[in-house]
Every structure is written in structure tokens, then in C-alpha cells.
């Protein structure tokens, strides 16, 4: 079957804006492409469905499904398949099932009963467009986020680690302390340059006055958030649980101040802080802690102050997940969690948008960010 001359006839969604998650990616014949449904001004709501005009009348006995090569989450779960002979009346389902949650490609047989609509890649054979409905989505256990994390934070507390099977074996996860402590400078290298980190910064930087107090929980290596807020005169407290980050922010940024501290147990004073930055700090947690962590943060900020975060949103509990060369187990929360849990500590939310990331050097998988702007009335 020629594949030049297949086209996307119609598509519910897809995604334009936060990433290059155009229907087209699915006749594009690179599997590192994707069709990606809407999420980065609204999150389209399920069952999704793809429609493909092969461009002339073919027998086909089956399609293969390519799932997503870059994460486990956002993989097609449940799916039907429908065939027409015109594209407009449409018989019986031709296929239903779910597919296995794996990266390797799924084979789907059936009997067509005319064009093929698929929701990812290229059928094998057939008469013409297959209507593959994306009913659900493949998520990680035990909840379902919509967008599982893939990176961990300096910022998280170095207790949380525990045993996890890999390959037969019982192996202990590391602790937040001991992969920043390993990972050091190689972390900056792939996260330095965040370019929603950069214009939140900017944005902050802009509304503090000379000699603000600030608080960045998750310091790393000082660069580049007690960077840019020292340089724009902002008295600055970094605080990390990773002491080999903690020393090469003061040796990078000495005209601030770092402790290596724990953003679950650290106690400020009662003034509190003009203004708090939390940039991927509470990932490497148990999903109650982030939320403790979240609300103890908020309440840092004094009357007339700003909290500026970062995260990569899911509601998702314990994934274990590779990252980096490093076994660690993340949670999150959802971004309407993140907004409501705000709110309800007294912080007005001013602005939030998600925006997709890839590190740099290829040292890490590419992901999806959170961005939330808030401030606590005078």
C-alpha cells in the first residue's frame, strides 16, 4: 500500500501549540514522532478517534499499532477499529480490544468492511480508512495522571527510597540526596536552560524590589534561579537536600545563601518570604508529601508576596521510572490539584500553562511542565 498516498482525513484532536503533535506524525514514517491529543491550553476529554484516507480501495486484513516510544503514559489502552467504503457510513466495529502496555508494535486483525480511520501509524493491509477510536489511555498504576513525571528534583527529600524489582532482581531505589549528589554538574547540563524557568524568573524578577527575600527550594547548582535573582539584587536562601549541589551553588553563586535542608522538615522564620520559587522540587516523594510540601510552601509567602513553581503534573503515586541512568520512584499531582491546593492556602493564582521540554544533549526523555504564577494578597 502506498503510503504517499494515504492522508489524515479527520482528527478530534491534536496538538499544535505545547509540542509538534500533529495527526500528520502518523503517515511521517519516523517513530520517534507522535499524533498527541490536546493538553496545552485545555485537556481534551476521551474517547479519540483518527481518520486515514489511503487514498484508493485496498484489501486489508490487519493494521500495526507503534505505541509511544518515549514515555509509558499517553500509550492507546482500549481501541476500535471501523472501516468504510466512502468515509461516511461506517458498519460494524471491525476490531476492538485493548493493546498490550508495552513499546514494541501491536498487530490488530480483522475483517474490513471498507476505508480504514486508525488512531496511530499505518495498517499492514485492508480496504481503505480505519476509525480507531482511543477510548482510554494507557496510564501508569495506580492512578492516572495526565502526564506521568520523568524527572526527578534536587529539592525532594533524600528519605524517600525503597526496594523495586527490575529484571528478577530486588534492587533499592536511590534517594533524591544520592542521585543529585552523583548527577552534580550533568544535571545543570540537561535542565540549566528551561526556557519556562527562564520567563518565570524574568517574570518574578521583574515585580520584586532591591534586597527581597527569597526562597529557592530545590537550588541545585544556583544556576540558574539564586543566579538570576541575586544578580537582581534579591537577598537569596537556596535550600537542597543533595550536599554536593549545595556546594557547588556556593562556590557558583556566592551572593547567596545555600543550606543543604529538606523542604518537608525546614522551618523559615515567621516573616516569612517575599517571594518562594519551588522549580521542580517535589517529585522524589511520596504523593502526600508533595501535597504537604506544596501547602507548607504556600505558606511562606508574606501578605503581598509571589510563589513561582514548576512541576511536570500527574496524579500519579510511587511510578518507578529510570531516569538519567539513576532507579527512582516519583509522585505528583494533577495541575487542577496544584491550583486548587493553592487557592485554598490564600495564594490568588495569577497565571499557568504547561509547555513541553526536551534536555538537552539527549541526557534525559523529553517532558511536559507545569508553570504556575500565584501571589498572596497584601
Known amino acids: ?31 520517534s514522532t507522535l499524533w498527541h491529543t490536546r493538553w496545552y491550553a485545555a485537556t481534551a ?29 499517553g500509550r492507546i489502552a482500549d481501541y476500535r477499529v471501523s472501516t468504510s ?8 466495529a471491525a476490531a476492538t480490544g485493548t493493546f498490550a502496555d508495552g513499546a514494541g508494535g501491536q498487530d490488530v486483525g480483522f475483517t474490513p468492511n471498507g476505508p480504514l480511520r ?12 480505519v476509525d480507531l477510536d482511543r477510548r482510554t489511555e494507557r496510564r501508569p498504576p495506580p492512578v492516572a495522571p495526565r502526564a506521568a513525571p520523568e524527572r526527578p528534583s534536587s529539592g525532594a ?29 550533568r544535571y545543570e547540563e540537561a535542565f540549566g536552560r528551561v526556557p519556562g524557568q527562564l520567563a518565570a524568573l524574568d517574570w518574578l524578577t521583574a515585580r520584586l524590589p532591591a534586597g527581597a527575600r527569597v526562597l529557592d527550594v530545590g537550588s541545585g547548582t544556583g544556576r540558574p534561579t539564586a543566579e538570576a535573582l541575586a544578580r537582581a539584587g534579591c537577598a537569596v536562601t537556596g535550600i537542597d537536600v543533595s550536599a554536593a549541589m549545595v556546594a557547588l551553588a ?17 522551618a523559615p ?5 517575599d517571594a518562594v520559587c519551588a522549580f521542580f522540587p517535589l517529585l522524589v516523594m511520596d504523593q502526600p ?47 487542577e490539584d496544584h491550583l486548587s491546593r493553592l487557592a485554598d492556602r490564600g495564594l490568588e493564582v495569577l497565571h499557568h500553562h504547561t509547555a513541553a521540554f526536551r534536555p538537552a544533549g539527549g541526557l534525559a526523555e523529553p517532558e511536559e511542565h507545569l508553570f504556575c504564577y500565584a501571589r498572596r494578597p497584601a
Do not use: C
Open 1 to 31: 500500500m502506498p503510503q504517499g498516498r494515504m492522508s489524515v482525513k479527520a482528527v478530534d484532536s491534536e496538538e499544535t501549540a505545547g509540542e509538534n503533535g500533529s495527526a500528520a506524525n502518523v503517515l511521517d514514517g519516523d517513530a
Open 45 to 73: 476529554p476521551m474517547p479519540h478517534a483518527l481518520t486515514l484516507d489511503l487514498g484508493a480501495a485496498y484489501d486489508v486484513s490487519a493494521l500495526r499499532h507503534p505505541p509511544r516510544q518515549t514515555r509509558g503514559h
Open 85 to 92: 467504503t466512502d468515509g461516511v457510513t461506517w458498519g460494524p
Open 118 to 129: 486508525q488512531a496511530h501509524r499505518h495498517p499492514r493491509g485492508g480496504r481503505q480508512p
Open 157 to 185: 527529600p533524600a528519605q524517600y527510597g525503597g526496594p523495586s524489582r527490575r529484571g528478577g532482581r530486588m534492587t533499592r531505589r536511590k534517594s533524591a540526596a544520592e542521585v543529585f549528589d552523583a548527577l552534580a554538574e
Open 250 to 266: 556556593r562556590s557558583r553563586v556566592p551572593q547567596a545563601r545555600f543550606e543543604q535542608a529538606d523542604v518537608r522538615t525546614y
Open 269 to 273: 522564620g515567621p516573616e516569612g518570604f
Open 289 to 335: 508529601e508533595v501535597a504537604d510540601a506544596l501547602d507548607r510552601m504556600a505558606s511562606w509567602v508574606a501578605p503581598g508576596g509571589y510563589f513561582v513553581m514548576a512541576t511536570v503534573p500527574g496524579d500519579i503515586r510511587g511510578l518507578d521510572i529510570e531516569w538519567m541512568g539513576h532507579e527512582v520512584t516519583v509522585s505528583s499531582l494533577s495541575t
